[in-house]
C-alpha cells in the first residue's frame, strides 16, 4: 500500500479540474484588477521563481506580469482549490499557457493601469482584449478603420458614440486574433456583422465573442460556444475580489453596450 509521501508524489492538480468540468456547467471567468500609479498587487504566497523571472524587467511590465500571475493563481485557487500557480510555458507564437495541457486555457490583456485575465473551464481557447475608452487620437482611429468591412464601417457610423463604437469593433477583432495565438492572420480572416449579431471566419467553425463598452474600459471575450456562462470579477485597489455580474451568454444585459456575436450557421465561411 503507497505511503503518504507516494501518495502526494502522485498527485496532479489537473486531476481536480477534470472532476469540477464534469460536475458543473460550462463558464468562464473574466477578472480586472486596476491599479493606481505605483501601486502594487500583493500575494506573499507567489513562488520565487516566478518573480524571478522578471527580475530585470522595466518596473511597469514588471508589476504588470506579476499582477497577471496574482490574478490566476487567485482565480485557479477560487474555482479549482488549487493553492499554487501551476508551471506556465510560453508557446511557439508567445501565448502563454499551463505545461499541463489538461489544465483550462487562459488569456492576459493590459490597458493602462488595468489587467485583465480569462480563464476557460473547458478544454478550449480564449482570447481576452480589453481598452480605455476614447484612449487614441482621430488619426489613430482613421488607421483602425482602414481595412475594416463595409459592413463593419456601416455599423460604426450609425452608433451615437463613434469613437467608443471604433474601439469596440478592434477590441472584437484582437480578442480572436488573442485566442488563435497573436497571428496577425486573425484580423484579415474575420468578418464581423454586429448588426446581425453574426461573425464570419475562415479559421474558426465554433466562435462567440462578447464585447461590452464600459464607461472608461471595453473588453471583449472570444470563447468557445460551449461556454454558457461567464463570470465578472474585480479586485479592488486593496486586493479584495468583488463579483460584479453573471452573464449568461445566449442573453446578454439588456440596457447595456454589450456585443454578442456568434459563428454564421455554425461553420467557417470564405470571406467576400
Not at 502522485?10 to 493606481?36: C, K, S
Not at 474585480?234 to 449568461?248: P, V
Amino acid at each position: 500500500m503507497p505511503n503518504a509521501a507516494a501518495r502526494e508524489s502522485a498527485y496532479n492538480p489537473a486531476d481536480d479540474y477534470l472532476t469540477i468540468l464534469m460536475e458543473r456547467q460550462m463558464a468562464g471567468h473574466f477578472v480586472r484588477w486596476a491599479g493606481n500609479p505605483g501601486q502594487r498587487l500583493v500575494d506573499m504566497t507567489m513562488t520565487q521563481d516566478v518573480i524571478d523571472s522578471v527580475r530585470h524587467v522595466a518596473d511597469k511590465r514588471r508589476e504588470r506580469f506579476l499582477a497577471a500571475r496574482i490574478i490566476l493563481k487567485q482565480l485557479m485557487q477560487r474555482v479549482y482549490g488549487l493553492h499554487h500557480l501551476p508551471p506556465i510555458v510560453n508557446c511557439h507564437n508567445g501565448r502563454p499557457a499551463f505545461v499541463d495541457p489538461d489544465l483550462p486555457d487562459f488569456n492576459i490583456a493590459y490597458a493602462g493601469n488595468t489587467v485583465g485575465v480569462l480563464l476557460a473551464e473547458e478544454r478550449s481557447q480564449v482570447g481576452l482584449e480589453i481598452d480605455i475608452v476614447r484612449a487614441h487620437s482621430r488619426q489613430t482611429q482613421e488607421q483602425m478603420m482602414q481595412g475594416l468591412s463595409s459592413g463593419e464601417i456601416t455599423w460604426i457610423n450609425a452608433q451615437q458614440d463613434v469613437p467608443e463604437a471604433v474601439t469596440q469593433i478592434w477590441t472584437l477583432r484582437r480578442s480572436v486574433m488573442k485566442l488563435q495565438g497573436g497571428d496577425e492572420t486573425g484580423l484579415t480572416s474575420l468578418q464581423l456583422l454586429p448588426g446581425a449579431g453574426r461573425l464570419r471566419s475562415t479559421l474558426h467553425t465554433d466562435l462567440q465573442i462578447l464585447c461590452d463598452a464600459e464607461p472608461t474600459l471595453v473588453w471583449s471575450c472570444a470563447l468557445s460556444p460551449q461556454v454558457r456562462h461567464l463570470h465578472l470579477w474585480e479586485i479592488t485597489g486593496d486586493g479584495q475580489w468583488s463579483e460584479l455580474r453573471d452573464i449568461t451568454l445566449d442573453k446578454p444585459d439588456a440596457g447595456t453596450q454589450m456585443i454578442r456575436l456568434t459563428t454564421l450557421n455554425g461553420r467557417a465561411l470564405a470571406l467576400s
